[in-house]
């Protein structure tokens, strides 16, 4: 080989080797496609699941006179589950949507404010229960770092699940909520 034909072999073995732009962005265009699928098929899983439970009646809204507030919270609601079975999330009326939340617990009921989803009231005749727990479907915390309140809605029992903004205020809601159902049921 000439001195000129081994420059220009060594020169071909330093060259970079060209970038496919089209492959590449193919590749793109699909990746993005598919989380693009992706997300489509859980949003409809979602309206699926919202149809399904579509047997739920309206919730009800705060009546105009519920009385002298017994205890205030702010807080989260983390979302509502079939009473027992705290991965099986309802989405019905919007109670799958978490959100800030004021509750506000009332001689007449439970009163949920959530600023930018569809407030709720638990009428007191519906609450069935208050405990500790450590998870609702989609949230896992430490142990007894989340109230959930059962109460019945129609013919369905409904576990929803709150985290206040102190966390010393659970017990507090739990004795209190449970002492109050306890005096309904003895009225009956």
């Known amino acids: 080989m000439t001195p000129l034909q081994l420059t220009h072999l060594a020169a071909e073995e330093k060259s970079a080797e060209v970038t496919d732009w089209a492959a590449r962005l193919g590749w793109v265009v699909g990746l993005l496609l598919f989380i693009a699928l992706v997300y489509w098929l859980m949003r409809e899983g979602w309206k699926w699941r919202g149809t399904l439970q579509g047997?739920?009646?309206?919730?009800?809204?705060?009546?105009?006179?519920?009385?002298?507030?017994?205890?205030?919270?702010?807080?989260?609601?983390?979302?509502?589950t079939t009473a027992g079975q705290w991965l099986d999330r309802i989405v019905a009326h919007g109670l799958g949507t978490r959100s800030r939340a004021e509750l506000t617990l009332t001689d007449a009921g439970l009163d949920v404010v959530r600023p930018g989803a569809s407030d709720f009231f638990v009428p007191a005749a519906q609450l069935r229960g208050a405990r500790l727990d450590k998870g609702i479907a989609g949230k896992v915390l430490t142990e007894g770092g989340l109230l959930v309140v059962t109460w019945t809605h129609g013919d369905k029992l409904i576990d929803s699940g709150f985290r206040s903004d102190h966390a010393a205020e659970h017990t507090e809601w739990v004795d209190t909520l449970n002492d109050m159902i306890n005096k309904t049921e003895g009225a009956r």
């Open 55 to 80: 047997d739920l009646p309206e919730l009800p809204s705060a009546p105009d006179a519920p009385g002298e507030a017994r205890l205030t919270m702010s807080g989260r609601y983390h979302g509502s």
